[in-house]
């Protein structure tokens, strides 16, 4: 390399430097942007700063003309240094500068942790690493010298990061503690390093040296920025506290492995061949099996049979998810998938992403470097299973489908046929015995038959042998031959699996069978004891008496401590025998207790969770069952976490058996858990459902109430002219209803729906009539949410003055009712205003107070509105890298939140601090990704946004790109009347 500015200034490729101060402060300037002309007056600017001579540009001459006569002497040819009109620059070839052979380095060790090539990317961090000598640039004091050299220093600390990421995983811990120490005590604010010091510590032992560290940090972040650590940070505290980093540093091994596989089947029998063939073919580098056949097949066993059979081969981690392809349930979407895989690995719920495309990412992320084994069992369709792929070759997929999966690329297919005889009787064996098959094999060869070969057949028949020890095998076979058949769409020639259910089920007790029976009518995958006795009407311990029963004949599974399901095929066979006529009268009685069920317990839990608008949850009387209810309400959050599915199907039979007044009541009971969860099809699809049960009774108070809950899923995912449209029609319901209240809860939403669009001025008009609304009924706390809404209305439009009077409002009224989120909304907001009117200081009081109480009340929204603030002062006072962090973490923030149009306006922030960086092109590529977000949503303003900084990020290199870009993002800020005009005209006006 000729040039080095990695540490000291280097040229020639030794230890020669240039020693006339101002010829250094040209020629780094130049290197800095090396290949790009540097304009004439940024050079003068770097050299004398604030007091350039008169004959400034004559002794900028003279200055290039000296360094040009040193290139000559280190043997350099002079032309390397450019003249133009513009300005002066350097050429260089690619590996003539240690700035460049770094970047490339960084690059591809990045893409060799992608690819799970990790020892190979450890060595090409550390090779590029090992180009620094020191600060860049060191010794050379100037403030665009250093203001440049500190973006390229931040690129080294984020290479070391990730670097040190690597070596955790890689198990080299201990050998990291003393550099990460050092790190920390340079860059004590750098809450990444701290962290994984901390991570280092832990792993090998050193728990309260972790914690030490952690506390330090606190003390520090607190003192110098008014803040508490980052949500990472905390968590990552929290981890060291239990305990469970003592093994996050070391070698991947089986005692710190992910062990999610079912049980294998300890009778397993037959397929060697397959088995033999599966392995070989995996042994071979054949990363993804594809595993197909007709249902009961044994493709799961053979798929579990396998990973099991191979899983020493993959320590790291052994996942297993069911798809639900063929089954009652709606089939899982890549996005639910990958949410129930990344919880498998440890991710918290919390960190888990809104998005299908930011969960795919961070599941990626997570799979990188591990030897994993992933069962993706029952798939519907390869569109289903294709984005759940790992990438790289360190990974085993196994994938089973009814169906061949012919759009899977790299996938190896095996279908699956039924036993052979010969296998099939074997398996009878290893169920009933094997002195029985041998002594009547004529029996033995009829029934297994009889089961059409079915290894799930076999089971369940020769399970009534086993506990039969009376029986002979030729009373099996007769009764399989004489039992009609219920399952004709399983046939297998002449023979069936419904034949071998009925079998099971004509040897449980009569209360037994009813109890099977009415399963079939429970929509969902899982139940709990509760269920079956809603279903039955026994009271609980009875219920649990059946269920234990159905258990032990095979035809129902405890999958958990108090859980159950039914398998597939046995849940169809429950369904055929429950729609039989003669057992019309009980499947009515069972839909509604059902119903009535679910129905109480999640508006019990709802109205916990809702506090303000739980006025707005039917009335409903008393549970028939308390002794039901009550209990399961305890459960809380997590009764709603089992059963979303359940309940979007319970609301569609709702529909179905004629129960509309269940119907739209469950779907407005569910509408909490899933907003807040963010699964927002599901909430359209139940209330969507609901919408057309209360249009048929003629409810027109349900009609309103469920059109304002649809509007919310439309406005959470950006759809503003719909959910507008929704929410109009609830308002005119309301208003022919009389309903006042109502009335001034759609009028707020409406504002903030206009607000959220950047049409502030009919935002403004609707929160307002919103707000007289509140005042005639003196309903304060309403009026107050109105008041916080103005007040950012107006500070987002512009009209500062109003929106500090507005805000102050606010602010009074939410200490009257002793409020603490009502206080921190005013603070924060006002905090806002005077940072807008140029008040700085009194602004960070303000945000740093609002920012203490929204994290005491877990207002997670909030507390990342103030980060963004306090992010965009941080960079306004030259602290660009801790802007960057404030961002991330107000971005993580809105993500757990679900709210995309906060995202984008986190990312747009996280992209202006990049640049202040240096970093132009991870800018760029973040700009243009709010970009293409923001179009999708409709969002004005932030698309606006991203217009203008793609801008900023190209005005140097592409000035008419940036033109183009600026006349879009100036025509929207008009358009939504955002002050942000301003900004915008002015750049327009310095690119001429």
């Not at 990045?110 to 090992?130: C, W």
């Not at 999640?602 to 506090?611: F, V, W, Y």
């Not at 971005?891 to 240096?918: F, K, Y």
Request: hydrophobic letters at 45%; one cysteine or more; proline letters at 4%.
């Amino acid at each position: 390399m000729r040039f080095g500015i990695l540490g000291p200034l280097r040229v020639g490729g030794g230890e020669s430097t240039v020693t006339a101060g101002r010829d250094r402060i040209v020629l780094a300037m130049l290197l800095l942007r090396a290949g790009r002309l540097v304009p004439v007056d940024e050079l003068v600017d770097a050299v004398w700063e604030d007091r350039p001579p008169a004959t400034a540009r004559a002794q900028l001459q003279t200055c290039v003309s000296r360094l040009r006569r040193r290139f000559a002497e280190l043997g350099l040819a002079p032309e390397l240094i450019v003249t133009d009109p513009a300005g002066y620059g350097v050429r260089t070839a690619p590996n003539d500068l240690d700035t460049e052979v770094f970047a490339r380095g960084v690059e591809a060790a990045r893409a060799l942790v992608v690819a799970g090539r990790l020892g190979e990317a450890r060595t090409g961090f550390r090779a590029a690493l090992a180009l620094w000598r020191g600060p860049t640039l060191a010794g050379i004091p100037s403030r665009s010298v250093r203001r440049r050299a500190e973006a390229l220093d931040e690129q080294r600390l984020t290479a070391l990061e990730e670097c040190v990421d690597v070596e955790l995983r890689l198990g080299q811990a201990a050998e990291l503690v003393e550099e990460l120490a050092e790190s920390v005590d340079r860059h004590p604010l750098r809450e990444r390093l701290r962290g994984q010091l901390m991570l280092a510590l832990s792993s090998v032992g050193r728990q309260a040296d972790a914690l030490a560290v952690y506390r330090e940090g606190r003390r520090i972040y607190a003192d110098e920025l008014g803040i508490e650590p980052g949500v990472e940070l905390q968590e990552l505290h929290q981890r060291v506290l239990a305990g469970d980093l003592a093994l996050a540093g070391r070698p991947a091994g089986p005692a710190g492995a992910v062990r999610s596989l079912p049980r294998a089947i300890g009778d397993f029998v037959g397929r060697q061949e397959t088995v033999a063939r599966l392995v070989k073919e995996v042994e071979a580098g054949a990363r993804i099996q594809l595993i197909d056949g007709m249902a009961g097949s044994g493709k799961t066993t053979l798929a579990v049979h396998v990973a099991t059979a191979l899983a020493d081969d993959y320590p790291d981690a052994q996942l297993y998810i069911d798809l639900h392809g063929y089954s009652e349930r709606t089939p899982l979407t890549p996005a639910a998938a990958v949410a129930t895989l990344l919880r498998q690995l440890g991710v918290p719920a919390e960190r888990v992403p809104t998005s299908q495309d930011d969960r795919l990412a961070l599941w990626r992320s997570e799979l990188a470097g591990r030897r994993a084994i992933l069962v993706l069992d029952n798939a519907a369709t390869a569109d289903q299973v294709t984005p759940l792929l790992p990438n790289g070759s360190h990974c085993l997929i196994l994938i089973t489908s009814r169906r061949r999966l012919v759009g899977v690329d790299e996938g190896r297919p095996s279908s699956l046929p039924v036993l052979d005889s010969d296998e099939a009787v074997e398996l009878l064996g290893r169920v009933v015995g094997v002195k029985r098959v041998a002594a009547e094999p004529e029996a033995a060869i009829e029934v297994v038959r009889r089961c059409g070969h079915l290894p799930l057949a076999i089971r369940l028949a020769g399970a009534r042998l086993a506990h039969r020890p009376r029986w002979r095998i030729a009373d099996l076979a007769e009764r399989l031959s004489t039992r009609p058949d219920r399952l004709a769409e399983f046939e297998a020639g002449e023979r069936s699996v419904g034949r071998a259910f009925a079998l099971s089920y004509a040897q449980v007790s009569p209360a037994a069978q009813r109890a099977f029976r009415l399963l079939g009518l429970h929509p969902g995958v899982r139940f709990d004891n509760p269920v079956v006795a809603a279903l039955t009407g026994q009271p609980l311990p009875e219920a649990q008496d059946l269920l234990d029963e159905l258990v032990d004949a095979n035809l129902v599974e405890e999958t958990g401590s108090g859980r159950y399901r039914l398998h597939d095929l046995v849940r169809e066979y429950a369904r055929t025998l429950v729609a039989e006529p003669e057992w019309a009268g009980e499947r009515r009685d069972a839909i509604e207790g059902l119903l009535d069920h679910h129905l109480h317990v999640a508006t019990a839990i709802a109205r916990r969770r809702e506090l303000s608008s739980s006025f707005t949850l039917a009335l409903l009387p008393d549970p028939a069952r308390p002794d039901l209810v009550l209990p399961v309400v305890e459960q809380g959050r997590g009764w709603f976490d089992d059963n979303l599915a359940a309940l979007t199907a319970l609301v569609r039979l709702a529909e179905a058996e004629g129960f509309p007044r269940h119907c739209w009541q469950l779907a407005r009971a569910s509408w909490y858990a899933q907003f807040e969860s963010g699964h927002l099809d599901e909430l359209i699809e139940t209330h969507a459902v609901g919408l057309r049960a209360a249009e048929q009774l003629g409810d027109e108070v349900a009609v309103a109430m469920i059109l304002n809950y649809l509007a919310s899923a439309h406005y959470r995912l950006g759809r503003f002219a719909e959910s507008n449209r929704l929410m109009e029609m609830a308002l005119d319901g309301y208003r022919r209803l009389g309903l006042q209240s109502d009335v001034r809860n759609t009028l707020g939403n409406l504002g903030n729906s206009y607000v959220a669009n950047g049409d502030y001025r009919r935002g403004r008009e609707y929160l307002e009539a919103s707000a007289a609304l509140a005042r005639q009924m003196q309903e304060q706390v309403s009026l107050a949410n109105t008041l916080n809404n103005l007040s950012v209305t107006l500070l987002y439009w512009g009209r500062y003055d109003e929106a500090l009077d507005m805000c102050r409002r606010h602010l009074s009224l939410a200490r009257e009712l002793g409020d603490p989120r009502q206080i921190g909304n005013a603070l924060g907001h006002l905090g806002m205003i005077r940072h807008r009117l140029g008040d700085a200081e009194p602004a960070r009081r303000l945000l740093r107070s609002a920012l203490r109480l929204k994290r005491q009340a877990g207002a997670r929204f909030g507390e990342g509105e103030v980060l963004n603030e306090i992010g965009t002062m941080e960079r306004a006072a030259g602290r660009p890298e801790r802007a960057a962090d404030l961002h991330r973490a107000a971005l993580v923030a809105m993500t757990e939140v679900g709210d995309r149009i906060a995202q984008c306006g986190s990312r747009n922030l996280l992209a202006r601090a990049i640049l202040e960086q240096g970093d132009a092109a991870s800018a760029l590529d973040l700009h243009r990704r709010v970009l293409a977000d923001a179009s999708r949503l409709g969002a004005r303003y932030e698309k606006a946004r991203a217009l203008e900084g793609i801008a900023r990020c190209v005005r140097d290199t592409d000035p008419t790109t940036a033109r183009a870009h600026l006349g879009q993002a100036l025509a929207l800020f008009r358009q939504i009347e955002s002050p942000d005009q301003h900004e915008a005209e002015r750049l327009l006006t310095e690119l001429g």
